[in-house]
């Protein structure tokens, strides 16, 4: 991205390619009127020239004020036309990084990890954060989101940390190449959810052609002239597709956040990073190809960062040679995406299991009845396999359903949600491996556009939040009290659900 330096952030100039403009820090800005840098003309010392040719007094008591205001001014203006000043963060919230210790997700209270805190998890999706944070106008919203979530008790958060293709907003615009202004977009997530005690998953790429995904990949390699198969499989396979791969997870992990000063892989209030959103195969045959890409990428990014957990993104499906738990997915389909709940969850380097649970999109002709019945057995099985089988804790990643009113005047998400809260909080209480399940998807007003059907503005539905709230509640009470594990919020709660 060819760029050109301008000396003052409002003067115009010819910018060959398009490229962010730079933020500027408050101190950037008194140090250019300090020093005698004018806005129109050039430079001046307007400190000499105040002595030489203006009477003291009025220099004292117009010409300062003049200034302050000229100073505020800029401010207001580049705050509002997208140049956004990134002031420096002065003090951050202490947090302990998360490990594992068998089934159980555990947090450092200090002492370089000999006083641990076992760890469950209340926490939703909310995948639109970093492009609301792009923009200086819209990062109320962001900082909304994450401080209601803590208000509601949630400890985790998933969001998207990626945007691939040529896009305004896209984060890489070509592979290894990257919007600067994106990159601080997400580094003002990053700070916000530390404000607020909430840990990030960070998911890296899509499986799903939005926000350009594994196919923008393969379209890259096809642009370089490079022989790639027209399936979107070539993505787990080709060499130089996992090398566009491989450099975007260094650009992220290695990253130095531009407000804390803190490289992403030092911070504590990223939980975990996600390798894929929903990982599938076109074709079923390319199962051992997916398998493999998941050991080289969790191979790949442990070698980089020591300190965070790694996941995979699945959605749980067992695969065709998981004869005996094919009954457990919602259709014969499910075991045709190349995925497997137990292949790829029980990789060494993958530190705990994922899965994601639709009942009303996966079996969506099921009455209220069947759908609890299938939520229940699903939750069963997979927290078994973890008990079991993986010896690692399984964290629902996504939890959603539509909002529908039953007979009863009850609404069909808030009866799906307490049948996985109550799984959740009884494997808590008896130590097994289901850690905790995270809400797809809540958003705050005025973000329509990033709504599906699962999505809600949790206060604007209260029986919900009362849900959330008091799960959130239970959990803190089964959750250590280590100073690495604490939260903004402690909720008073009956210990029942709603």
């Not at 040719?53 to 997208?82: D, T, V």
């Not at 963060?89 to 002492?111: A, C, H, K, P, Y």
């Not at 909002?403 to 009866?415: A, E, F, K, S």
Request: proline letters at 4%; glycine letters at 8%.
């Amino acid at each position: 991205m060819a760029r050109q330096q301008c000396l003052w952030p409002i003067t115009a100039c010819h910018v060959s390619n398009y490229s962010p403009p730079e933020a500027t820090t408050t101190n950037q800005l008194l140090g250019i009127f300090s020093s005698g840098v004018g806005i129109v003309g050039g430079r001046r010392n307007i400190r000499n020239l105040g002595r030489k040719m203006i009477h003291p007094e009025w220099r004292e008591k117009k010409l300062y004020p003049i200034l302050g205001i000229l100073l505020l001014s800029l401010l207001l203006y580049l705050n509002f036309n997208g140049n956004i000043i990134s002031l420096p963060i002065l003090w951050q919230r202490e947090m302990g990084f998360v490990s594992t210790n068998s089934t159980r997700f555990v947090v450092d209270d200090g002492d370089g990890g000999k006083q641990q805190s076992a760890m469950y998890i209340n926490g939703w999706n909310s995948y639109w954060l970093m492009q609301e944070s792009v923009w200086g106008q819209s990062r109320s919203r962001v900082s909304r989101m994450l401080k209601k979530g803590a208000e509601m008790g949630m400890t985790v958060c998933r969001t998207w940390a990626f945007s691939d293709g040529g896009g305004p907003n896209s984060l890489q615009i070509a592979p290894g190449v990257f919007n600067e202004r994106v990159f601080r977009g997400l580094d003002y997530v990053i700070v916000e959810a530390r404000k607020h005690g909430i840990r990030l998953i960070l998911s890296l790429v899509n499986n799903l052609n939005a926000f350009g995904g594994k196919a923008q990949y393969v379209r890259w390699a096809k642009e370089a002239g490079i022989n790639v198969s027209s399936s979107t499989d070539a993505f787990f396979s080709h060499p130089k597709i996992k090398d566009y791969y491989k450099g975007y997870i260094k650009a992220i992990v290695s990253r130095k956040n531009s407000l804390s000063g803190v490289k992403y892989s030092d911070e504590p209030a990223i939980f975990a990073w996600e390798l894929m959103n929903e990982p599938r195969c076109e074709s079923s045959s390319s199962a051992p190809v997916l398998q493999a890409w998941i050991t080289e990428m969790a191979v790949y990014v442990k070698g980089l960062d020591q300190k965070h957990l790694v996941t995979v993104g699945l959605e749980g499906f067992y695969g065709l040679n998981a004869s005996k738990r094919l009954e457990i997915n919602p259709g014969k389909w499910a075991a045709s995406l190349g995925s497997d709940f137990i292949q790829n969850s029980v990789i060494e380097n993958i530190d705990f299991a994922s899965a994601h649970a639709y009942p009303d999109s996966w079996i969506p002709d099921a009455d209220l009845e069947a759908k609890v019945h299938y939520l229940s057995d699903w939750v069963d099985s997979h927290v078994s396999d973890g008990d079991h089988v993986l010896k690692k804790p399984v964290l629902f990643t996504e939890v959603g359903s539509s909002l529908h009113v039953t007979q009863q005047g009850l609404y069909d998400r808030d009866i799906l949600l307490r049948t996985m809260y109550e799984k959740i909080y009884d494997s808590a209480k008896n130590g097994k491996a289901g850690a905790g399940a995270l809400i797809w998807q809540l958003l705050v007003e005025e973000v329509d556009e990033y709504s599906d059907r699962f999505s809600f503005v949790a206060w604007d539905n209260p029986s919900t939040y009362e849900l959330i709230r008091n799960q959130s509640c239970r959990l803190q009470n089964i959750s250590g009290k280590g100073k690495g594990n604490s939260t903004l919020h402690e909720i008073p709660c009956s210990g029942q659900l709603y």
